[in-house]
């Protein structure tokens, strides 16, 4: 019998997990199904959760909104996951559920794939924005030797909470998003990690990326666009780009290896995620 997979959360309709888990089987010669299990927001998650339980997956991923709501259903967390206080995958093991949360080791991995030295972790980074997204990648970095990894926020006591959770080698500062636009020159690396400048507002950018310096890397973890106001203001400046659906890919993979215990090349996947993200 082939893995039992699934993705819960809302609205997921138009999830691209099936497409990539599915590439992923394919690759790994192995049988499966990976299927959307949308909860709705009416819904009880208890009962999204144990219709799950009757159908007996090998495991799943949790998206937005339950990342953190699915916690009590589960019996046990990794240590990033407790870390995070979220979970993106869990796996059943041994009958029991168990916790996961790739996002941050998916974000690296994209990273490293398109730009292999910058994760030896010399090169200044800045990270806009202080939700779940940029907490995964703020302990995914400083956990990978990063030694300087500045956050800045709207909210600054958000990016001081991430900052002061620590436990990490990295030397960060919080700034306010006025002081990260004038300081953008300063950094190798910036990495926009907030919902600004995503579909359907896609003319916003959480700050201007005009005064970034040529050959730094700008990062945007928006893929709808893929080009993104904050990437084309940063490119137009010269910085290198990393675009936000190769993280997409990379968190399903570390998913994919936790579920099956199979690494499977991710090559090339990223152009036809691209394509079919812009209609292609
Ligand atoms: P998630 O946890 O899914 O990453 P989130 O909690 O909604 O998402 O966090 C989104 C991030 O985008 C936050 O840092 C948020 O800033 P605040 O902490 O000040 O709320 C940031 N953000 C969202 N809309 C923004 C806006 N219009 N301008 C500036 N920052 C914004």
Redesign the pocket.
């Known amino acids: 019998m082939g893995k039992e997979l699934r993705l819960i959360g809302y609205p997921i309709q138009h999830s691209l997990s099936p497409w990539i888990h599915g590439e992923f089987f394919g690759r790994a010669g192995i049988k499966g199904n990976y299927r959307l299990h949308e909860i709705p927001l009416s819904d009880n998650l208890e009962e999204g959760v144990r219709a799950l339980k009757e159908v007996g997956v090998d495991g799943f991923n949790v998206t937005?909104p339950y990342k953190q709501e699915i916690i009590p259903f589960l019996d046990g967390l990794d240590k990033t996951a407790e870390r995070m206080g979220a979970v993106n995958t869990v796996a059943v093991e041994n009958g029991k559920w168990i916790g996961y949360n790739t996002d941050g080791t998916g974000y690296l991995r994209s990273l490293e794939h398109s730009y292999p030295a910058v994760t030896k972790g010399d090169v200044k980074t800045l990270i806009l924005?202080?939700?779940?997204?940029?907490?995964a990648i703020y302990f995914a970095l400083a956990d990978a030797g990063f030694k300087a990894v500045d956050i800045a926020?709207?909210?600054k006591e958000?990016?001081q909470q991430i900052v002061s959770h620590g436990a990490t080698q990295a030397e960060s500062r919080v700034l306010s998003?006025t002081e990260a636009e004038v300081g953008i020159h300063n950094y190798g690396l910036v990495i926009q990690?907030?919902?600004?400048g995503m579909k359907p507002n896609p003319e916003?950018a959480?700050v201007s990326a005009t005064g970034m310096r040529p050959a730094a890397i700008a990062s945007d973890i928006v893929y709808q666009p893929i080009m993104t106001k904050f990437l084309k203001d940063a490119g137009e400046a010269g910085a290198l780009l990393h675009m936000g659906h190769t993280m997409l890919i990379y968190q399903a993979q570390a998913a994919f290896e936790i579920w099956t215990g199979r690494k499977v090349s991710a090559e090339d996947m990223d152009r036809q995620l691209q394509a079919k993200l812009e209609g292609r």
């Open positions: 937005v924005g202080a939700g779940g997204a940029a907490r926020n709207r909210t958000s990016a998003l990690t907030s919902s600004v916003r959480i």
